[in-house]
């Protein structure tokens, strides 16, 4: 193994922490990293096509003259202000214009320490990808690249996407692998997010796989996927052994991109004082009435200690809200908070989802899936419609809170547990138990302390804070200015019964701004129903058994009841939002088993 990367490797070792590669796009960012402390700097000409405001895949794009651009970035950007870090640059090693062992010995005469096969053949698919295989241009270029860098002295680092690339660079003995971990998005929703970082684990998992074996273990960098945080790296380094990131818009252009547009929606979203609204600083959960702020204190109170919690309300009161101002305010906050919607799991799967499955262990398990108790491992982790849960699932979830670890299906080491739970419905649990149909001593487990969200019309006092709150969010996102409630508006909201709650409110207000003309809302397309809990609102939402039996059929008519309102379609067929969701989504991806 080269010096420099045998140092590197050591290094991570000796401190327990990891290597940090940067491919810089400009001096400024070389500048800043440097002065940071990463540890490596890499020239790679997606840098020039990122500073301008492109993706790193539109290296690509101009292959023909990747060489040049990379040394123009080397010249005028990275070694003038590498500050003594070793530097790497890419070599596009396809380009029939050159003579290898003529540039390779050219860049190290430019200081140039290591190697790298970039832009690589690997990032094209497909039918391209054969055709530039057939012509000479495919991945045999870029090992031999590596090779003859590794003989003339110079560290290699070989870009990788998959095992068998991984195979043919190993064979060459390079010194170190940066593992692509997938493409890196400009945005995702939140729950996908969560699915495309376990996937990407167990995608790079299986990458690290493929070396075992090797007699001394190269140095292994992750690069690209969907981490976009400094918290995404601390998931992965929990989960999987590499020995760094490689990084170009991770810390270029995804922290300028995040900083402004959040910058610039926040200042959007400022309020400007109102002696009426207390606690200005909970910005979030919002309110005044009296049993808003009980249930703040209660919070407060319940955040510090490590107890697990029962979060009961309707549909829409905002049990997930106060679920992450817990995780917030206790000391596990800078850990994961994960969810998990029992509701929305078939029940055969639910075990898979919560515990993790090896691969093999059931028929469809083709690759291995974390689940969500080790992912939320030292964090907190709120399981939402816990009422749905099978009885089959209620027994292996008695034994994982009883023992504190947990056995992935089809493992046989049990892995250790140190995770909060929060469990949220909008049923009543100590009712389910007298009626049978929740183990007691699982919800004695659960249950250490049990909060109740009153539901909205019991608490009309935090109408206007809220309405008002949800007004200006509007305002900003749609970017709409002058918006205002009219008086009958607001009087018509007070009469309303408010089945959704809190997310209703929500959606009225959005649905005002968007189809009425004023800028003062008038409720035109609101239709209260005088407080008057109608059969179809009333009682609470989700029951396991009632929700099976509800079908697509059902809903659809349910939403065109409601006018298109589904909160208000899933509390007249009584189930929760999520599962109404969750039942759409699996209908459109024709999924005939029923989704309890
Ligand atoms: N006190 C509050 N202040 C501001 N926004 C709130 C408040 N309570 C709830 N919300 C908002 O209302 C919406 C619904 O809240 P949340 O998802 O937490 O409800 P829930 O009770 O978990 O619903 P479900 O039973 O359908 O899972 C969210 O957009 C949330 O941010």
């Not at 001394?216 to 590499?242: I, M, N, W």
Request: aromatic share 6%; glycine share 8%; proline share 4%.
């Amino acid at each position: 193994m080269h010096s420099l990367v045998r140092d590197l490797a050591r290094t991570a070792k000796q401190s327990g922490s990891p290597v940090l590669a940067v491919s810089a796009g400009s001096g400024q960012i070389a500048e800043y990293v440097v002065e940071a402390g990463a540890d490596l700097l890499f020239a790679l000409n997606a840098g020039l096509y990122r500073s301008l405001g492109h993706g790193s895949l539109a290296s690509l794009l101009a292959y023909g003259n990747a060489n040049e651009q990379t040394e123009e970035l080397l010249r005028r950007h990275i070694l003038p202000n590498a500050g003594g870090l070793p530097v790497v640059a890419g070599v596009m090693a396809s380009d029939p214009t050159i003579d290898v062992d003529a540039r390779l010995a050219h860049l190290r005469r430019m200081g140039v320490h290591g190697v790298t096969n970039w832009p690589t053949v690997g990032f094209i698919d497909g039918k391209i990808r054969e055709a530039f295989e057939e012509e000479g241009y495919g991945l045999s270029n870029e090992v031999e690249l590596l090779a003859a860098a590794r003989k003339q002295g110079m560290a290699t680092f070989a870009f990788v996407l998959n095992v068998e690339d991984i195979r043919r660079f190993a064979a060459v003995g390079v010194d170190a692998f940066i593992i692509n971990a997938g493409l890196t998005p400009l945005q995702f929703a939140i729950g996908d997010r969560r699915d495309r970082l376990q996937d990407s684990l167990i995608h790079i998992n299986r990458m690290i796989a493929a070396l075992d074996g090797a007699a001394s273990r190269p140095l292994c960098l992750v690069y690209g996927g969907p981490f976009t945080d400094v918290e995404d790296f601390a998931t992965l380094f929990r989960q999987v052994k590499v020995d760094g990131i490689a990084g170009g818009s991770v810390f270029e252009r995804l922290p300028v991109q995040a900083i402004t547009s959040n910058f610039v929606r926040r200042c959007k979203t400022l309020r400007l004082v109102d002696p009426d609204v207390e606690e200005p600083g909970r910005r979030e959960m919002l309110g005044r009435s009296p049993a808003f702020h009980d249930l703040v204190r209660t919070i407060e109170r319940v955040a510090r200690f490590d107890a697990n919690v029962v979060i009961e309300g309707e549909t829409g009161v905002g049990k997930e809200l106060a679920a992450s101002l817990i995780h917030e305010l206790s000391p596990r906050s800078k850990q994961p908070f994960i969810t998990l919607n029992c509701g929305a799991i078939p029940s055969g799967l639910l075990e898979s989802e919560l515990f993790g499955h090896e691969r093999g262990a059931f028929t469809g398990a083709d690759r291995r899936r974390i689940g969500k108790f080790e992912l939320a491992n030292r964090g907190t982790l709120l399981l939402d419609e816990i009422a749905d849960l099978s009885p089959a699932a209620q027994v292996a979830l008695l034994r994982v809170l009883q023992q504190r670890e947990v056995v992935r299906v089809g493992a046989d080491n049990p892995i250790p547990l140190n995770v909060r739970v929060i469990a949220a419905t909008n049923r009543s649990l100590a009712e389910l138990v007298e009626e049978g149909k929740f183990r007691s001593d699982l919800y004695y487990r659960l249950s250490t302390v049990t909060l109740n969200i009153p539901p909205l019309r019991e608490r009309l006092d935090d109408l206007s804070v809220l309405a008002s709150d949800f007004l200006q969010k509007t305002a900003a996102e749609l970017g709409l200015s002058g918006l205002a409630i009219d008086e009958r508006f607001e009087e018509d909201m007070a009469r309303h019964s408010w089945p959704g709650n809190i997310r209703e409110l929500r959606q009225v207000i959005s649905r005002a701004a968007i189809l009425e003309d004023g800028p003062v809302l008038r409720g035109t397309y609101f239709q209260p129903d005088g407080g008057r809990r109608t059969a179809m609102s009333a009682g609470h939402a989700s029951d396991n058994a009632l929700s099976r039996r509800v079908t697509i059929e059902d809903i659809h008519r349910a939403i065109a009841l409601a006018g298109g309102n589904k909160s208000v379609a899933a509390a007249s067929l009584k189930i929760s939002r999520k599962t109404l969701y969750a039942k759409l989504d699996a209908a459109r991806q024709g999924v005939t088993e029923p989704v309890d």
